[in-house]
C-alpha cells in the first residue's frame, strides 16, 4: 500500500529559527510530489511539486528538495506568517492516476 | 482568475438526512477531484473524474456516497443517509493535464460537514 508519511506532526520555532519538515514516501513508480500549505479553515493552496530525485525548488523563505525515498521542506528564517499546516503528497503510477496520496501534515507554529 | 469555488461553506444536518455539495472547478480543467479531510487526519481521495471518461471511484467509503458531473464543469457530491462519522471537510480539486501527463491540482475552500 502507498504511504506518505510526515515528520514531526508539530513544530513550534521562534521566529528566525530555521528548519526543516519531513516527507517519507513509499509509493509505487513516483510520478511527482506535492507540497501544499493549508491555513485553519481553507483548502491546501500549492507550493511546489518536485519530480525526480536531486531536485529543488524556492519560493521566498522556503526550498523544498527531493530524494528517492523523502522530501524535505526547509524553512530559513520563518515569520508568524508562515504558520501553517504543510502538507506533503504524491502521485504515483498505475490505476489510479490522478490521485494523491497525502500525508497527515505538519502543523508550524512560529512565534515572534 | 477565479479559482475552485464550493458551497455550501459550512452544513449542518441531522443523521439520517441526505446532503449534496457542490464544486465549480476552474474554467478548462479537464480533471475534478473529491477528497475527505477528518479531524487530525490526512486527506483521503473519494473520486476523480476525467474528461468523458468513466470516474474513477475507488476512494468512495461506502454506497451511500456518489458524485456526478456535468462534462467538464459543475460537480456534485451526494451522501444519503448521512451518519455521524461522515462529518469531515470534503475538498474538491481540479487541474489541467501539464506536458507529460503530471497534473498540479488546486483546491477549493472546502465544505465543513457536520452530522448531529
Known amino acids: 500500500e502507498d504511504q506518505v508519511t510526515q515528520s514531526p506532526e508539530a513544530l513550534r520555532l521562534q521566529e528566525g529559527e530555521s528548519s526543516s519538515l519531513n516527507c517519507s514516501y513509499t509509493?509505487?513508480?513516483?510520478?511527482?510530489l506535492f507540497w501544499y500549505r493549508q491555513d485553519p479553515g481553507k483548502g491546501p493552496e500549492f507550493l511546489f511539486t518536485?519530480?525526480?530525485a536531486g531536485e529543488e525548488k524556492e519560493k521566498e523563505r522556503l526550498k523544498a528538495t527531493l530524494t528517492k525515498k523523502e522530501s524535505f521542506l526547509h524553512i530559513t528564517a520563518p515569520k508568524p506568517e508562515d504558520s501553517a499546516t504543510y502538507l506533503c503528497?504524491?502521485?504515483?503510477?498505475?490505476?489510479?492516476?490522478?490521485?494523491?496520496?497525502f500525508g497527515r501534515g505538519t502543523q508550524l507554529t512560529v512565534w515572534p | 482568475g477565479a479559482g475552485v469555488s464550493q458551497s455550501p461553506s459550512n452544513k449542518v444536518t441531522e443523521k439520517g438526512k441526505d446532503v449534496e455539495l457542490r464544486c465549480d472547478p476552474i474554467?478548462?480543467?479537464?480533471?475534478l477531484y473529491w477528497y475527505r479531510q477528518r479531524l487530525g487526519q490526512g486527506l483521503e481521495f473519494l473520486i476523480y473524474?476525467?474528461?468523458?471518461?468513466?470516474?474513477?471511484k475507488s476512494g468512495l467509503p461506502s454506497d451511500r456516497f456518489s458524485a456526478e458531473r456535468t462534462g467538464e464543469s459543475v460537480s456534485t457530491l451526494t451522501i444519503q443517509r448521512t451518519q455521524q462519522e461522515d462529518s469531515a471537510v470534503y475538498l474538491c480539486?481540479?487541474?489541467?493535464?501539464?506536458?507529460?501527463?503530471?497534473?498540479?491540482?488546486?483546491f477549493g475552500p472546502g465544505t465543513r460537514l457536520l452530522v448531529l
Open positions: 474554467s478548462g480543467h479537464t480533471a
Open positions: 503528497a504524491v502521485q504515483a503510477g498505475g490505476s489510479t492516476l490522478g490521485r494523491l496520496y
Open positions: 480539486a481540479s487541474s489541467s493535464r501539464l506536458a507529460g501527463g503530471l497534473e498540479t491540482q488546486y
Open positions: 518536485l519530480y525526480s
Open positions: 473524474f476525467q474528461g468523458n471518461s468513466a470516474p474513477d
Open positions: 509509493v509505487s513508480g513516483l510520478r511527482g
